[in-house]
């Protein structure tokens, strides 16, 4: 198995990409290493992005979304089952 597997990960889904980018670029200026993405089709139909991220970050990424009062759709734990990827949602 390798590392990157064993790291939890999270999606927070924004209401708009305008939002996803805009805290991308914030937490990507404080040097918080995050990933933006497509929102996968299981999570959302409409066309948005996510900000991917692992667990030892979760705080900062909530924070910065909180401080810049941006609105999401939601957050997600990543859950992996084999090579099969699920989306739990959790409280934000």
Known sequence: ???KDLQ???LVVFKSQN???YIYGK???KKIKTKIIQTPCSISTSCTHSVK???E???AVINEIKSN???VKGLYKIE???TKKTYRRIEF
């Open 1 to 3: 198995m390798k590392t």
């Open 8 to 10: 939890n990960e999270y």
């Open 19 to 21: 939002h996803a980018v």
């Open 27 to 29: 937490l990507n200026d």
């Open 53 to 55: 991220f692992t667990d």
């Open 57 to 59: 970050i979760k705080e």
């Open 69 to 71: 009062s941006i609105a």
């Open 80 to 82: 992996r089952n084999g």
